[in-house]
């Protein structure tokens, strides 16, 4: 399995440009999530998803979209760039709940390196 | 906010047991106590979860207290490449959102 993957690894922005960040997993994973790390900070969660069709906004939504048509893939898209964006971007999947196991450990991607200039 | 509280840094010397300590007095009673580690640049790694027991596995040990309100993460013969943010996470049954800290920078020194 390839487990959770991330492209692109790094992408710089104009203030106003759109782009999509791509997360994929092979694991048959019900639930996904994107988090963004600033410098020096914890993760912050943006939007989740608990299975194909389901979405939800996080902790720090604005700016962000996000859709789930398969199980496979969860895309961010930022609308419109901004400075306050750049960041470093982890997708994660777990198991859903109920599934037979209460352990939801969650898989984490390599992360997207995004600077908006 | 995060609910568990850490120091921010701690060292250790290669080949001694890393004891990372972690605070959570507002726990309930359904919420686990998780860690995970973030090696630099690399997104966060699962480490060890557990409920009240004490728990472990082939990377580390999770002592819980019995009142629960706080725990600590051993990681029995660090190595260098320990060195690691390392998070205490608590979290509900179902509840698959994670929220963390700043955590503890590990740092394993030779």
């Known amino acids: 399995n390839a487990g959770v993957t991330q492209t692109p690894k790094f992408q710089v922005l104009k203030t106003g440009q759109s782009m999509t960040l791509q997360c994929a997993q092979d694991?048959?994973?019900?639930?996904m999530s994107w988090y963004r790390q600033d410098p020096g900070m914890g993760l912050r969660l943006i939007h989740y998803s608990v299975g194909a069709g389901i979405t939800d906004q996080g902790e720090v939504p604005n700016g962000y979209n996000v859709s789930r048509s398969t199980t496979e893939d969860f895309p961010l898209r930022l609308l419109s760039a901004a400075p306050s964006q750049t960041s470093v971007y982890f997708c994660?999947?777990?198991?859903?709940?109920?599934?037979?196991?209460?352990?939801?450990?969650?898989?984490f991607g390599p992360g997207t390196r995004l600077t908006v200039t | 906010d995060a609910k568990t509280t850490q120091p921010p840094s701690m060292d250790c010397a290669e080949g001694r047991a890393a004891n990372l300590p972690c605070n959570h007095s507002?726990?309930?009673?359904?919420?686990?106590v998780y860690w995970y580690r973030q090696i630099h640049s690399q997104g966060p790694q699962y480490i060890i979860h557990?409920?009240?027991n004490n728990e472990t596995n082939e990377m580390a040990s999770l002592i819980i207290t019995e009142d629960r309100k706080s725990s600590t993460l051993i990681l029995p013969h660090a190595t260098l490449r320990d060195t690691a943010v390392y998070y205490c996470?608590?979290?509900?049954?179902?509840?698959?959102?994670?929220?963390f800290g700043k955590g503890t920078l590990l740092t394993v020194n030779p």
């Open positions: 994660a999947s777990s198991y859903r709940a109920g599934r037979g196991t209460d352990t939801y450990e969650q898989y």
């Open positions: 694991m048959n994973h019900e639930y």
């Open positions: 557990g409920l009240k």
């Open positions: 996470i608590e979290r509900g049954g179902s509840n698959y959102k994670l929220t």
């Open positions: 507002t726990i309930s009673g359904n919420e686990y």
